[in-house]
């Protein structure tokens, strides 16, 4: 398949990414399961933290059960109106025949070591500490997954909370870290000209704000069912020792699971879908702010401020009202299933109280009751909401999955490292279309030999810079063959091509970093007389030398402190320090100045000596000397010789040569 192809398919698929359906979302959280690989023994060590915590629960009633029988009611010690469990049937022996008052020591004893440990007081949710850390955010989906990036929580408070709770945190990002990571890598793989300013956005926001969804996704899995389902039976084991000759009360608190599922069902499909379009709306304002930042000049320059912050006005306004859409939804859920959980509670809390002013049971035993009842009743509609909660992991799963499956550049099979350039590049019968059918290179043969110059020239559009791309990989022709040293350029693979291979692009592209950075970007173990030669060669090193930290000053983004000759400057001197057998050149004068061209021009003839060098140029003044001018016109090579050769021959070289001329005069 061709590069550009590639890169067509890559944007058409960004653009045709569809609804998921169930089967599909059940397929993205297994694969989410495969990043947890190497971190399987921390989230083991996190599950027993969750046992750690959830167990004192199962204790935390009874000294108030206690204190309240035996102390309030002054119910005798061995005369419980209901059996003890048998973890607590040994505690209460020992305070066989112990006043009022050493029996209220103990119970709040054990109450403060329940305090110390986990955090935990008394019978009520609101006396319980969770440990947990979230930062603030806003309504909507891509500041609310900051909190998923960064989570650490604990279900116990105290001193287990608090190491649970900085084992979490460490766990929940070293799994985001890994995960966005590898999809980072992955986008760096995939063809050239795969984004626009659109889809960077598009790619930011995948990137940065759908990867946090493998971690709800997978604290989810690998905790919910085995903690929850875990909690529930232990409960209602206990339930049905103290209460098992009344069903009733044990098979309310149960029922919450199947009625959780049933009443979250019906929206799971409505949540996914809009945590979709939630999340496609947050991608589409960043692509606005990527797009409106980087060509905020021209904005400025045109006057098109009002344009663009209307645009982003409408994005940002449909970016929150999405969300708002999402959270009506879950709304609307949570009151389906309040109304018959409070209904099943209301009932059991009503037979409960009966219970106790018939004297079935006593009233610590109601509030014992009450307690586990509680327990179940979150721990089950945690496990029957849990498909329910999952959709908006899956919506980001998908869309960071989805990415990742791009077709990514490949090496044909069998294909070797390119070790050395001994004579050049050549075409034969080259032609080259795009995927709509158009016509760009028409049966072009050519060579650039090593030891040469060699000069694209021609009329804007002619296709100079897609037979560069040719040449060097990055498109693959439709029809004929590109070699080097006779070889098919698919016999090489594509790093081995690249590190042979130093491009100086139209548009300069320069990061956040210092100068020195910068010019060594495709060599990082240039030595500093490496970066200052070839600074001097692209006629960099003066204005580098006035820089208030002169190789070490900062570029800001983009290189937005330098003028556009200083960064065409850097990038020419960024390839030359690479000191590979191909330099190609696409317009590596045009910023530049008379004096600064002539320099240069007179050091690419100098570099040519052991490198095949390609230049495409407008100006005459650059090509003038070359060793071989290729004029380019509609897709093909309409003549080609030494410049005095082709001035002879008086066509459209010539032509154009003349026109530059009375442009000057």
Not at 333 to 341: G, I, K, M, R, T
Not at 458 to 471: E, S, V
Not at 475 to 495: A, M
Not at 566 to 585: D, G, W, Y
């Amino acid at each position: 398949m061709r590069a550009d192809t590639r890169g067509d398919a890559v944007r058409e698929r960004l653009e045709e990414q569809t609804e998921i359906s169930n089967r599909q979302t059940i397929a993205l959280l297994r694969r989410a399961l495969r990043y947890i690989e190497p971190f399987r023994s921390r989230f083991a060590i996190k599950l027993a933290y969750g046992v750690a915590g959830l167990l004192p629960m199962l204790v935390l009633p009874w000294p108030i059960k206690i204190l309240v029988d035996h102390v309030i009611e002054k119910i005798p010690i061995g005369e419980s109106l209901t059996p003890l469990p048998f973890f607590v049937r040994p505690l209460v022996d020992q305070l066989a025949g112990a006043s009022p008052a050493a029996i209220a020591g103990w119970a709040i004893g054990t109450q403060a070591v329940l305090l110390i440990l986990v955090g935990a007081i008394g019978t009520s949710g609101r006396e319980n500490d969770h440990t947990e850390a979230y930062l603030s955010s806003g309504h909507d989906t891509a500041t609310q997954t900051e909190n998923e990036a960064n989570a650490g929580f604990s279900l116990a408070g105290g001193i287990l909370g608090y190491f649970d709770f900085r084992f979490t945190i460490r766990l929940t990002q070293a799994l985001n870290h890994h995960y966005r990571s590898r999809l980072y890598e992955r986008i760096q793989s995939l063809p050239m000209k795969s984004f626009d300013d659109e889809r960077i956005g598009d790619a930011v926001y995948r990137v940065m704000y759908d990867t946090p969804s493998i971690t709800n996704g997978c604290f989810r899995i690998m905790l919910t069912p085995l903690l929850s389902v875990m909690m529930i039976l232990a409960t209602a084991g206990i339930l049905q020792v103290v209460f098992g000759g009344h069903p009733r009360l044990v098979l309310s608190a149960l029922a919450l699971l199947p009625l959780s599922l049933v009443a979250t069902l019906p929206f799971a499909s409505a949540v996914r879908r809009q945590n979709e379009q939630s999340r496609k709306a947050g991608a589409t304002t960043t692509s606005t702010v990527e797009e409106g930042m980087t060509n905020i000049l021209a904005v400025q320059s045109l006057g098109g401020e009002n344009r663009e912050q209307n645009r982003f006005d409408r994005d940002s306004w449909d970016s929150f009202s999405t969300y708002r859409h999402l959270v009506r939804t879950i709304l609307i859920s949570v009151v389906v299933l309040l109304v018959p959980v409070f209904y099943i509670f209301g009932g059991a809390v009503l037979y409960a109280i009966d219970m106790v002013i018939d004297g079935v049971i006593s009233r610590g035993d109601f509030v014992l009751f009450i307690t586990y009842f509680s327990i179940i009743a979150g721990a089950a509609i945690e496990v029957g909401a849990l498909w329910f909660r999952m959709q908006g992991s899956a919506a980001g799963l998908n869309r960071v999955f989805f990415l990742m499956d791009l077709p990514a550049e490949q090496d044909a099979p069998g294909a070797v490292a390119l070790e050395e350039l001994r004579d050049g590049i050549s075409m034969d019968d080259v032609s080259f279309r795009f995927d709509d059918g158009t016509q760009a290179i028409r049966n072009v043969s050519l060579k650039a030999p090593r030891g040469q110059v060699t000069a694209f020239v021609g009329p804007a559009g002619a296709g100079k810079t897609t037979l560069a791309y040719l040449l060097c990989g990055y498109l693959e022709p439709s029809e004929g063959h590109i070699s080097i040293d006779g070889t098919d350029l698919h016999q090489f693979t594509r790093k081995s091509l690249r590190e042979h291979i130093s491009f100086v692009f139209q548009e300069t592209s320069l990061f956040d970093d210092t100068v020195e950075a910068n010019i060594k970007l495709g060599r990082p173990d240039a030595s500093e007389t490496d970066v200052r030669r070839a600074a001097k060669v692209a006629g960099a090193d003066q204005f580098i030398a006035r820089l208030p930290q002169g190789y070490k000053t900062g570029l800001g983004r983009g290189g937005g402190k330098l003028s556009v000759g200083q960064k065409q400057r850097l990038s020419i001197a960024r390839a030359l320090v690479r000191e590979t057998p191909i330099l190609v050149l696409d317009e590596p004068t045009s910023a530049l100045d008379p004096q600064t061209e002539m320099a240069l021009v007179a050091s690419l003839r100098e570099a040519s000596r052991d490198r095949a060098v390609v230049v495409i140029a407008h100006r005459l003044s650059t090509v003038r000397a070359a060793d071989a001018i290729l004029f380019v016109e509609d897709g093909t090579i309409i003549e080609r010789g030494s410049h005095q050769e082709l001035m002879v021959l008086n066509g459209s070289y010539r032509r154009f040569v003349d026109l530059q001329s009375r442009g000057a005069a």
